[in-house]
């Protein structure tokens, strides 16, 4: 049974997983989860319902940057120049839209609320979270954020309104990571779309073994 978090309270060890799930309570410090992303640990958290619950998949979907798959089709629309790109420009933005995009933020289980949110906006400040920015002019259409540590990249939303605007985010991304020496960005969930940019599934030993690389 997942174990309760009392404060300053250590992650409990990694054999102890139940059906994903590690532990639930504790807080969304900057120090919480840094040790938990150190860890293979994701917050899953409902702002509708307490508390926060940690989850710890010992199946991974990844993706190495080295293996970004990029389609015909994306590589004549990253060189038609129709879109920008840039990196932690606008960190507030690219996160407020992941909250709002498709309507996300009126689900009864959306996660995005104000303290996740302020959460990683804090995280952006300690320079422990980075965003990708995709622009059509003047106007942000697409971008993703995640969390960065030891070389590699934990991605935790991405949005889009303007055609494939997350994908040229994401292949910038892997780019950007692969020409400076990046190991790895964790996908967390299978998708369609990521699944034939190069995603794939590793034990969580493997996956421990590259973080801690």
Known sequence: MP???????????????????????????????IEAYSRGILPYYSFRHEPIEWACPLDR????????????????????GRYQVTFNENFVDVIFNCSMAQGRYEEEFAWLGDDMIMAYINLHRLGKAESVEVWEGEK?????YGVTLKGCFFG???FSY????????????????????GKMIDCQYETPHLLTMGGRHIGYEEYMEVLER
Request: hydrophobic share 45%; glycine share 8%; net charge negative.
């Open 162 to 181: 303007a055609p494939s605007a997350s994908k040229v985010a994401l292949i910038s991304l892997a780019r950007r990571m692969e020409a400076n020496g």
């Open 156 to 158: 935790e939303s991405m």
């Open 140 to 144: 942000l259409v697409g971008g993703l």
């Open 61 to 80: 979907f990844v993706i190495f940057p080295s293996e970004i798959h990029v389609s015909h089709s994306m590589r004549a629309l990253l060189n038609s």
């Open 3 to 33: 174990r309760e978090l009392k404060d300053g309270q250590p992650f409990p060890p990694v054999e102890e997983v139940e059906d994903g799930f590690i532990a639930y309570g504790g807080d969304l410090s900057a120090e919480r989860l």
